[in-house]
Nanobody, 126 residues
């Protein structure tokens, strides 16, 4: 699976952004797709993930209620709608996909993910 990420940018606190992760080559039918973020000197954090086949979702505590992940079957993509952005959301965001056979319990383990898109920078100013 090849992943193409888009979106990101620089906004002020309270604004919204939308990130998109599209697949080419294969569909997401047997994958969970998610977004990680990384800030300089800090670890990679799974922000949100959605299992394609049944739309089971995961959200990190820091973004729950502000971020929404959804799938678009027509575009074979997963979109991350980020509302009420905070300066603490500033990071490099990148999408990934993990095959369902790895198990839902493994999604927080970045080393278990098999496919990656490029990163996109999100900067939120106060």
């Amino acid at each position: 699976v090849q992943l193409q990420a888009s979106g990101g940018g620089t906004v002020q606190a309270g604004a919204s952004l939308r990130l998109s992760c599209a697949a080419s080559g294969r569909t997401f039918s047997r994958h969970t797709v998610g977004w990680f973020r990384q800030t300089p000197g800090r670890e990679h954090i799974l922000v949100a993930a959605i299992r394609w086949r049944d739309e089971l979702t995961f959200y990190a505590d820091a973004v729950r209620g502000r971020f929404t992940l959804s799938r678009d079957t027509a575009r074979n993509s997963v979109d991350l709608q980020m509302n009420s952005l905070e300066p603490e959301d500033t990071a490099l965001y990148y999408c990934g996909a993990i095959e369902d056979r790895a198990g839902w319990s493994r999604i927080s383990d970045r080393d278990s993910w098999q496919y990656w898109g490029q990163g996109t920078q999100v900067t939120v100013s106060s």
